[in-house]
Structure formats: C-alpha cells, structure tokens
C-alpha cells in the first residue's frame, strides 16, 4: 500500500536555528497537510495545501513557519528561527480529495535545545 | 472558532470490558472521521461517517454519528490489549475543509 514518508525520523536543533521537515505525499495525491502534536497532546493541523499553494492554515502557522512544494514528489515545512516551544512530533498528511481520510506519515520527531 | 470537545481523556478498563468515547461539535459537521494512534505511532484511519444519524460497525467497533451531526461516539466492545491507543475523533465543518481534532480518549487496559 502506498505510504506518505517524512525524513528524517527526529532532528535535534538549536533553539533560534532554521529547520525544514520533508515529506513524499502519496504519489497521485493532490492536497497535503501539516500537523503538529506536543508530547501526549492532541493532533493540531498546521496548514493545508493545494495547487502549489496554501489553502487554509491555523493560527499556529505563523510567520516563522512556510510550506514549499520545491518539485513533484516533496513537501516541505520550514519553520525559521526555533522556538523550545516548537518542540513537538510532526505529520505530514496527504489525501486524493479535500475532506477525504488522511494518510498519515511516520512523523518527524523536533528537539529544539 | 469551530471546536471539538471529546472526552474521556483516560478511559482504563480490564480487558473484556467495553469502552466508549464521545466527540461534540460547536458547529455542525459535513463529516466526521475517526483515528487511532498507537503509542509512539501515527493517527490511522479508522472510518468516515456522513449521514445524519449514521452508525457503521466494524468488528468489535461501533460508530454513531447524531442527528444533528454535532456529535459522535465510538464504542468498542470486550476490549483487546490490541485496542489499547489513543483514539481521536476529527471533524470537517461546513463552511471549511479543515480537520477540527478533538483531544483524543487512551484506552489503557489495567493489568
């Protein structure tokens, strides 16, 4: 079955470091998601993209953070200038169609020192 | 902003017992979907509900979408060790695409 992957697994940061977080959405998918969850938190979605741009985003994406699509098969979030409060486990999400199941990657695991 | 409320946060039970969780809206819904993650894992798709009044089973599992599509349940039934997770219940408004998630209930078996 075909999967959404993220890379890497955890990355570790000093606080007020640029950091960026990668994901391969599933290959015929066409909208993608961010979400983060601190440590035994609920999930918080980040920001949605569609068409090579954003179409919706929680107050949570704030200027620090940005989404690139940078060729067919990435998604990127960069997050500039790290916070200790970044600190948290990240997923990225794709589906076919809005408002369909998502498909969740492993995650990226962010340690910001 | 539109919310949702899930609760239990915990929910412990010896296994066999039964366990249920339950999500509201601030809106109403065009959908609701549930998720479970697995300690140190990734939300996985459980099922999407749509209707008004809708309930789908899946094995031991049983979800419930109400009338009004504000609120929703999942019930499972003579828990497994294999149920244990976290399971979040997230919706899609109306007016909006985004996946509103609720808190999420763990199910902890005790030993």
């Known amino acids: 079955e075909p999967e959404v992957t993220q890379t890497p697994s955890h990355q570790v940061t000093q606080m007020g470091q640029e950091v960026i977080l990668r994901c391969v959405p599933i290959s015929n998918h066409l909208y993608f998601y961010w979400y983060r969850q601190i440590l035994g938190q609920k999930v918080e979605f980040l920001v949605s993209f569609y068409n090579n741009e954003i179409s919706e985003k929680s107050e949570i994406f704030d200027d620090q953070f940005s989404v690139e699509r940078p060729d067919g098969s990435n998604f990127t979030l960069k997050i500039r200038s790290t916070k200790l409060e970044d600190s948290a486990m990240y997923f990225c999400?794709?589906?076919?169609?809005?408002?369909?199941?998502?498909?969740f990657g492993d995650g990226t695991r962010l340690s910001i020192l | 902003g539109q919310q949702v409320m899930q609760i239990p946060q915990y929910q412990h039970v010896q296994e066999g017992e039964d366990f249920t969780t339950y999500c509201n809206s601030s809106t109403t819904l065009s959908n609701i979907q549930w998720y479970k993650q697995r300690p140190g894992g990734h939300p996985v798709f459980l099922i999407q509900?749509?209707?008004s009044g809708e309930v789908k089973k899946q094995k031991r599992l049983t979800f419930q979408f109400g009338e009004a599509k504000k609120n929703s349940s999942l019930h499972i039934t003579a828990t497994q060790t294999t149920d244990v997770g976290t399971y979040f219940c997230?919706?899609?408004?109306?007016?909006?695409?985004?996946?509103?998630w609720g808190a999420g209930t763990k199910l902890i078996i005790k030993p």
């Open positions: 999400a794709s589906t076919l169609w809005s408002n369909q199941p998502q498909h």
């Open positions: 509900l749509v209707k």
């Open positions: 997230a919706g899609v408004g109306d007016s909006n695409y985004q996946l509103i």
